[in-house]
């Protein structure tokens, strides 16, 4: 510790100025007034703080020697950067005194090397440690160093860690030091046995298992659970057995004592000693303080009574944990300031009296909405969202729903969302703070390349905060389009050289108008298919026109042994035989307020035009122009909680799509037509196509459980899937050609081979499998039990993995729907979800059932695009 010798001579005249006098200690003290502080020592702070630091100012009078400049040097050694401190007089002249504060500042850090981990295990400690290149280095920073290290292994089982942190001097570099961290890990400790003793009413096996990051290892029911030993966790699982024990009504359960034994160098032995105490029961219930809400709607939603067992934790779930509960009966009406407090009353032999105790307090109104962190949305495109508006009353169900809104616009990312109240207790108010994220999730897909039939690529343009009111409006573009209305608008093409070409644009408003939540779209596409020539099938194989079926041997034997390298399939392309198809939309829709306002409504309309010139893949029609205007309306409700990943919630929606019923209002008899033969007759059947499309599609999302990886919590989430479609004709002689379901594959959005059909997924299978050529889908069915596990929930990306079990159907003939008579898959997969891109994702199946002869087996999927 540095130190300063202050001495004055005795014979010291008033008006003669002394430089660096010393000053005794034991000599009486003098009072002096300080007319200047320097600073030396100290190249990398302004002399400003540092004299601010120490607490002299100039013109202060101060006693030499005294506890002024004792206590100055405290405060330098306080703040812990500085290894040497000394405070002297430099000169003393007229009952005023000049100072000098010498400083030596403790070393910088040049470099931090680690030893004994893993460099992943590196990344997470920098971030912890803050050992940062150019900081200086205290004892202080070095202890947390090595408590955070220790702490950061031991939550990870290795509770015998060792750290070591070594300073260096850095001969390169004048006052920095190089600090080295050794690491010794040593073994990851596990549970070897967890002996219980003392209970009676719960088995050892139930309070294992109430235990649950404490678990034993080499136990078949522990796989899936983790078997490290960390002590928190451990201490976190002692409550739970008493948890349990409280839900059972043993209100007095205690643990009497416990103990971590070693087994080995790799596990330890549990002791636990519990007594149970006896059963509980409530005898009465009474409510206290409350004005607002009769004792009987409070028992209502309490939904405990006398007699029951006295279950405390249902008590907490029911008073503030559950969305239903009673605190949040009162919070939903404004009462943020209540309280509820649980009195046990009159506690004799196994019952209890509870009163309840309600400070109902002030309704507070919200006084400011406060948005932080949006830099994508003009912020009236993010108020419209929200069901908290100023000078409403607080309401924690309005919060909540407007949380889900946000996330479901996709432009924030809903896993680091900051969301909550500020109480402002002295006028009553409350203040709502949204804190976002930002995440850009335009997408853009673009693909190219060159096969035996041309160029082939793909480019799709995905902008979904498009605003097209400053379309116009040069200085509202940020990059290349004008953004911040929230609006979305695709442009994309397609083609495989001369075989295949597919051009579409759309454009979707969710707020038309910007004052109610009404939705509009338009699209408009064009897409043209070319067949083979003639001769090219006859050379390969078989016609499917002329035997009716596709899957031929002869066709992969010829393929594969004859034009399976170096054959020009240019040969192959015939102009001359096509299907083109030309389609645009409009469509309105509107969120519903009931039955509740999850909500939603829409109609479009639509028109179709299908030219099909020799086109074989359609068994109805090879030849012709169709014409297809149809009414479309969906209803449907959505409460799911994030558009990625959701981990509760569902989704349901009703459709039906209707052309009017030419046939109805016709003459025409169309059991005598002959299409296939007679052009006239081609012509009365399929000029005007006729159909009505019923579709149902639901899904639910499901928490099971909550797991913790790095510090982040993860959940384990149950989809459950069940739809059908069914292609109905108001005249059995009329049905049509398009609108088809083609079953089977990955199921990625877009048609078939023929272009005209509405595709659906079945893994554990071919694409189309369960509707070849000439077994049109005119009916489907499809079950699907997925269990989801998220591996990263970043703004970056979300990757998540399943597992599932899924079985579907088609049929040609609607009177044959058998929503049970399901061909049966299983498998496992991932997805991956990055903003510029979209979802994509791989799957591994296993069709279990045979389908026209030939078992489904193992499959391969490829995902692209969100399925619903």
């Not at 294992?208 to 136990?219: L, Q, S, V, Y």
């Not at 889900?404 to 809903?414: C, M, S």
């Not at 790095?710 to 149950?718: A, G, H, N, P, S």
């Not at 498998?827 to 489904?856: E, H, N, Q, S, T």
């Amino acid at each position: 510790m540095g130190s300063t010798v202050w001495s004055q001579t005795a014979t010291e005249a008033k008006s003669d100025t002394i430089y660096n006098p010393q000053i005794l200690y034991s000599a009486t003290p003098k009072k002096y007034e300080i007319a200047g502080i320097t600073v030396s020592g100290a190249k990398n702070y302004e002399d400003y703080v540092l004299i601010g630091l120490s607490g002299l100012t100039v013109g202060e009078v101060i006693e030499v020697p005294g506890s002024d400049i004792t206590q100055a040097i405290r405060q330098f050694w306080k703040n812990g950067l500085f290894s040497d401190v000394e405070i002297s007089a430099t000169k003393i002249y007229d009952g005023k005194i000049w100072l000098n504060i010498a400083l030596r500042e403790r070393p910088r850090i040049s470099q931090v090397n680690y030893h004994g981990i893993k460099k992943s295990e590196k990344e997470d400690l920098e971030n912890r440690l803050g050992l940062i290149t150019g900081s200086q280095i205290t004892p202080n920073l070095v202890d947390r160093a090595k408590f955070l290290i220790k702490k950061h292994f031991e939550d990870k089982g290795f509770n015998n860690v060792d750290v070591q942190i070594l300073q260096k001097d850095d001969l390169s570099h004048e006052n920095q030091v190089i600090v080295d961290i050794d690491i010794d890990k040593k073994e990851k400790i596990k549970v070897h046995h967890i002996d219980i003793e003392g209970n009676n009413v719960i088995s050892d096996k139930k309070l294992k298992r109430a235990m649950k990051k404490t678990n034993e290892r080499r136990k078949l029911v522990n796989l899936f659970r983790t078997k490290k030993f960390v002590k928190e966790n451990y201490k976190a699982d002692l409550d739970r057995i008493i948890d349990k024990y409280n839900e059972l009504g043993y209100r007095d359960a205690v643990i009497v004592s416990d103990s971590v034994v070693p087994y080995d160098d790799k596990t330890v032995d549990i002791f636990i000693k519990v007594n149970e105490g006896q059963k509980y029961y409530i005898r009465d219930i009474r409510w206290v303080g409350n004005t607002v809400y009769s004792t009987d709607a409070l028992n209502y939603t309490l939904r405990m009574k006398p007699g029951d067992v006295y279950n405390q934790k249902l008590l907490r779930e029911r008073i503030s944990e559950d969305d239903d509960a009673v605190a949040n009966l009162y919070q939903n009406n404004g009462y943020l300031f209540s309280m509820i407090d649980p009195i046990e009353m009159n506690v004799q032999n196994d019952s209890i009296d509870l009163e309840l105790r309600i400070q109902e307090g002030p309704q507070a109104r919200i006084n400011k909405v406060v948005i932080k962190g949006n830099d994508r949305l003009y912020e009236h495109v993010v108020r419209r969202e929200l069901r908290t508006k100023p000078g409403e009353l607080f309401n924690k169900e309005a919060l909540v729903r407007s949380a889900r809104e946000i996330a479901q616009t996709g432009h924030f990312d809903p896993e680091h969302m900051d969301i909550r109240p500020e109480p402002n207790y002295e006028n009553g108010t409350v203040d709502i703070i949204y804190g976002l994220q930002s995440k850009a999730n335009d997408q853009i897909e673009f693909s190219a390349g060159w096969g035996q039939t041309g160029v082939i690529g793909k480019l799709s343009l995905k902008f979904t905060n498009f605003s097209v009111k400053n379309f116009l409006n040069p200085k509202a573009y940020k990059g290349i389009i004008p953004q911040g209305d929230g609006q979305t608008f695709t442009i994309s093409a397609q083609t495989n050289a001369k075989y295949f070409q597919s051009y579409s644009v759309s454009f979707f408003d969710p707020w038309f108008g910007g004052k109610r939540p009404n939705s509009l779209s338009v699209s408009a596409y064009y897409s043209r298919q070319t067949d083979v020539s003639t001769q090219y099938w006859n050379q390969n194989y078989l016609d499917p026109y002329n035997t009716g079926y596709y899957y031929n041997s002869n066709y992969y034997d010829n393929y594969y042994n004859n034009y399976g390298s170096g054959y020009d399939y240019s040969y192959a392309y015939d102009p001359s035989k096509s299907l083109q198809m030309i389609g645009v939309s409009v469509g309105f829709g509107k969120r519903l307020s009931w039955p509740d306002d999850f909500f939603n409504f829409s109609a479009e309309i639509n028109y179709q035009l299908y030219m099909l010139k020799d086109w074989r893949y359609i068994r109805f029609l090879q030849n012709g122009n169709c014409h297809s205007l149809s009414l479309g309306l969906n209803f449907w409700r959505s409460s799911v909680d994030s558009p990625i990943f959701p981990r509760n919630g569902s989704e349901f929606s009703l459709s039906l799509q209707l052309t009017p019923p030419y046939s109805l209002f016709s003459k025409t008899d169309y059991s005598k037509l002959d299409p296939d033969n007679n052009k006239s007759d081609r012509e009365k059947m399929y000029k005007w196509i006729e159909y009505h499309k019923w579709k149902f599609k639901g899904r639910t999302f499901t928490p099971l459980a909550n797991l913790r990886i790095k510090d982040d919590d993860y959940t384990l989430v149950l989809m459950t899937r069940a739809e059908f479609g069914i292609l109905g004709s108001y005249n059995k002689y009329k049905k049509s050609p398009f609108e088809t379901f083609y079953v089977g594959g990955d199921g990625m959005s877009g048609y078939s081979n023929n272009y005209a059909e509405e595709t659906i997924g079945l893994r554990g299978y071919e694409n189309g499998s369960l509707t070849p050529w000439g077994y049109e889908g005119y009916a489907y069915t499809r079950m699907s039990v997925e269990l989801r596990f998220p591996l990263m929930l970043q703004p970056s990306s979300t990757i998540y993995a399943l597992t599932f079990a899924e079985g579907g159907n088609a049929w040609q003939n609607i009177r044959n729907f058998n929503p049970f008579q399901l061909k049966r898959s299983a498998g496992v997969g991932v997805r991956i979800f990055l903003p510029m891109i979209g979802m994509m994702g791989i799957d591994w199946a296993y069709g279990f059932d045979k389908v026209f002869g030939r078992r489904g087996g193992s499959r391969i999927h490829f995902i692209l695009g969100q399925e619903f």
